[in-house]
Each structure stands twice: as structure tokens, then as C-alpha cells.
């Protein structure tokens, strides 16, 4: 079952969103993942604390997507999105407060 599931995914290459993008369990994860051609790592997060967590805990991410919900250029239209997703139970400043969180970020993302 799995041999399918990795020849899918080596012949459509996908990433995967990690919210936690210092802990060392998703450090661990990526890097493993990153060995490997046909999934993408994607760690939510401050790309310096994610490098600095990750040479502390000896993994090797080179290779993986970082991305900062602090700086993310397409985040005014992530926050429409998401209003409209709601259907107007939250405002543009509640949605843009919820998604400086990486849960929401990374749901978001996806």
C-alpha cells in the first residue's frame, strides 16, 4: 500500500505544512523528507529561530520552504479569503489576528 503512495508521490511531487516549524520533532520530520525527492517541507515560522533551532538540534533543512506569517507578502488577500470563508463571523482585524497564530497560518496556507 505504501510503495503506491510513494510512487504517487514521486511522480507528483507535494509539500507538507509544518506549523511548528522550531520544534525539534518537525526538524527531525524535515529533514528526513528532505533525503527523500517527492515530498516538500514547508515550516511555518521566523526563518532565523527555525535555522538557529535546527543547527542546535544537528538537522540539516536546506531545502526547506520557510515561511513567516509576519512577513508574507500575499497575506492581505489570505485575510479576504478567509472572511469570506467565514461568511462574515469574523472581521478583516479578527482574521488578521488569528492568522499570525501558525495554526491558522499554516491552515490557511494549505
Known sequence: MFEFLIKKLKAHPRKIVFTEGTDPRILEASARLLSGTFLTPVLVGNAEEIAKAAEEA????????????????????????????????????????ALSQANYFGTMLV
Open 58 to 97: 544537528g538537522f540539516n533543512i536546506r531545502g526547506a520552504e520557510i515561511v513567516d506569517p509576519a512577513n508574507f507578502p500575499d497575506m492581505d488577500k489570505m485575510i479576504a479569503l478567509m472572511v469570506e470563508l467565514r461568511k462574515g463571523k469574523m472581521t478583516d482585524e479578527q482574521c488578521r489576528k
